[in-house]
């Protein structure tokens, strides 16, 4: 039996996130004020019907809906299938097709907290060409720290201050978004604790506009390559593993980085 005395507790914990008053909450979910009061006092039990219209007007991922109907005693209400079999198979192969059709280009997909679940060859060329034994030694795979961290892509990466100070940005940023992901913060945490990253990284910019692209150039043998990124999430997922999945496109800049994404795959 769930600790239903967590209900109200997580209900003011989300709409305090999204910095709404009761008041608010109520306009943006057809729900009285009064009730809503109720709720977060305890003096009101909510329906499971109920906790997902409030979780939907706080924008309230998947992953903590199914912890807040848990907490008011109801059953989840979104799977977390693997990427594998238990996938949707409609899903799962247009991912594959996405993967095959950016070949010979990296094309790489990550979880929430930026761990690497799956790479065409491309990415996988790619990182060997960059990192060799490197990558094994590091002993994780998150993307995130392998671009911060002086043993993995760091010493490659040109500009590195502008790319990290980006990709801490967007992990800051998600952070904000989702309170209740303790991992993340941790992994936010982990970064700025590199070495010669700047103390004040740790407070967000949030004047600084949140880019839909970016460019990584990288430093290799005297040369330099250079790719456009782009992240796409799907759109309305129906399960927590495709809402929480970060699929990232890398496109060349420029036709020596197509030769040399090419060359890497007709040596593999």
Known sequence: MADQSMFPVLLRHW????GLTQLDLAGASDVSARHISFLETGRARPSREMVLQLAAALDVPMREQNGLLKAAGFSEAYGE???GADLDPLVRRTIEQMMAQQEP???????????????NKGCTNL??????????KLGHNNVLRIAFDPEGLRPFIHDWHGTARHLLLRLQREVLQNPADHESKQLLSALCSY???PADWRIPDLTTPSL???NLELNLNGARYGFLTALTVFNAPQNITLEELKLESYFPLDEATERFCRDLADRS
């Open 15 to 18: 709409r305090n996130a999204r």
């Open 81 to 83: 299938p693997g990427l």
């Open 105 to 119: 280009y990296p094309l790489l997909a990550m979880d929430r907290h930026y761990d690497l679940v799956l790479a």
């Open 127 to 136: 990182l060997a060409h960059v990192l060799g034994d490197r990558l094994a």
């Open 195 to 197: 070495p010669d990253v």
């Open 212 to 214: 839909a692209t970016f």
